[in-house]
């Protein structure tokens, strides 16, 4: 029985989130209540304080997940001298941007500007998965510097570059629109590629 209620109160957690992700998605953060969210979950207002202290304890969970998700993806490429790094480098870009065009889109607004919502605390645990996704893509790069294959010298800069296209996506993409997320890819990738003075 016990198992049973924490499964079914995993799902509830996770249906919260998922409900939560939408109105921020259509409202912005700013403009949701907890009892816009309560609402849209089918829920009287207490019964979402028995799973989240606040909103902001939603957002939290939210850009934590995504992070996670992002970082995931690039795990493969963080230490493998095999791999080409213009392969990595198009391998980042593909999961970053399937990840932040995908269903579950956290929100209007570019990722950076959701964290003065937080508190100091989690705001420092999302920096830090940040900090980790930036030293990720900064060592693809500069394997890639020290092959002769990217001829820029600072490759901190073509890092912030990169994250700050991928994340604007979510901004201007719309499904079924003019471009499709291979699309996207490729222009990106071609893009990057072309600014780090590499070549296919």
Request: hydrophobic share 35%.
């Amino acid at each position: 029985m016990a198992v049973q209620q924490r499964k079914k109160s995993k799902e509830q957690r996770e249906f919260i989130i998922s409900k939560t992700r939408g109105l921020f998605w259509e409202k912005g953060y700013a403009e949701t209540s907890m009892r816009d969210i309560a609402r849209e979950c089918g829920f009287k207002p207490a019964n979402i304080y028995n799973f989240f202290s606040n909103k902001e304890s939603i957002l939290f969970e939210i850009l934590n997940e995504e992070m996670k998700q992002i970082i995931a993806a690039m795990e493969p490429y963080r230490d493998d001298d095999g791999i080409d790094p213009r392969l990595a480098l198009r391998g980042v870009i593909d999961g970053h941007v399937r990840l932040t065009l995908g269903e579950r889109r956290s929100s209007k607004l570019l990722f950076d500007s959701g964290l003065h919502n937080l508190s100091a605390a989690n705001r420092k645990k999302i920096i830090r998965l940040r900090d980790e996704y930036d030293s990720i893509l900064s060592r693809i790069i500069r394997r890639g510097i020290d092959r002769g294959m990217f001829s820029i010298s600072d490759e901190k800069i073509a890092v912030y570059s990169i994250a700050s296209m991928i994340a604007r996506t979510r901004i201007w993409y719309s499904p079924g629109g003019k471009y499709g997320v291979d699309e996207i890819v490729d222009f990106i990738y071609s893009f990057t590629l072309k600014g780090l003075g590499g070549r296919k």
